[in-house]
């Protein structure tokens, strides 16, 4: 089990989310901007922030509403922006196997990509994981989350641009802090370096060459099959 007592408890859960906490409070309150912008009222941003709770399908959602697409095209655009939700819950479920479907239930729903990172890389040599521990990380991101929204819905109005105040830069700052926490407590940095300059390397090549958003699919299976690649030299390195 991760941990021992305090170390694996509500609190050290909620800490360890400090990160995503942080990150969500801007986007979040980008995000109630510009769904309040889009024509929805405070109380369906809310009810979006908590029951959605998916930061780019919220935005996805927002501007459809904003275009006045069809319900129908609305859902399967959030539906399918979401689908990446059952291969992250995939990854941890056997961490809580022991635990019983209905909590395993309540663990995959607030899980975000945030959320699942900080996991990951909390639980690599664990053979499960302490749900006290999921569960403070979990509901800081929830409620950071929703209450970005809910600041972002209430002073919508007086915000012409977000970009303006730099909160699109947000998002991908959270993620940049993840990425160098999760290369700092590897065994062989080196490797998680490397991948991760490859990853960017295609990501940015790829969005010179290609319209839409294919750098991000290029970047995932390229830094993948890498980080595949360098496992047997990992292993032997540490056998050495």
Known sequence: MIGEGENAGFAAGARAGLPVVL??????????????????????V????????????????????????PPAAVVATVFFVNLRHLLLSAALAPYFSRLPWWKNALIGAQLTDETFVVAWNRLQGAR??????????NLSAYASWAVANLAGSLT???????????????????FAALLALQI?????????????LAAGAVSVGVALAL????????????????????????SAQTSS
């Open 184 to 196: 700092a407590t590897q065994e062989s940095r080196l490797r998680g370096l490397a991948v991760a």
């Open 156 to 174: 919508g109005s007086l915000i012409l641009d977000t970009r303006a105040l730099g909160l699109d830069f947000a998002l991908p700052a959270m």
């Open 46 to 69: 809310m009810l979006m922030s908590l029951v959605l709770y998916a930061g780019s399908a919220q935005f996805a959602a927002a501007s459809m509403i904003a275009l006045a697409s």
């Open 128 to 137: 499960d994981a302490a749900p006290a521990w999921m569960a403070g990380l």
């Open 23 to 44: 990150g969500f409070l801007s986007i979040g309150f980008a995000a109630g901007v510009v769904q309040r912008t889009a024509g929805l009222s405070v109380a369906e």
């Open 211 to 234: 319209p839409g958003n294919w750098n991000i699919i290029f970047a995932t299976l390229a830094g993948a099959t890498l980080g595949a690649a360098l496992d047997p030299w990992k």
